[in-house]
């Protein structure tokens, strides 16, 4: 493992689950474009993340996003 992330990425991790909630709460009308960013980032840090054999967590802040990422992932989103 690099020494760049000798903790994980779980301040990676952190950062797309804000900009995911941010989206997904913040905004009058989500960009689906940038969900699905979002979505695509945290998929592959969460895998990076278990492949190093570190566990991962929904929580950034003391604040538990995990039911936030639940009702993500049962979204159907379809692309065109």
């Not at 009058?28 to 840090?45: A, G, H, T, W």
């Amino acid at each position: 493992m690099s020494k760049k992330y000798e903790n994980g990425y779980q301040g990676k991790i952190q950062y797309w689950t804000g900009q995911l909630n941010a989206e997904v709460m913040n905004t009058k009308v989500p960009d689906i474009q940038v969900i699905k960013k979002c979505l695509s980032k945290l998929e592959y840090f969460v895998g990076r993340q278990e492949s190093l054999g570190l566990s991962t967590t929904n929580v950034m802040g003391g604040v538990d996003f995990g039911e936030t990422l639940e009702m993500l992932n049962n979204l159907k989103i379809t692309t065109n």
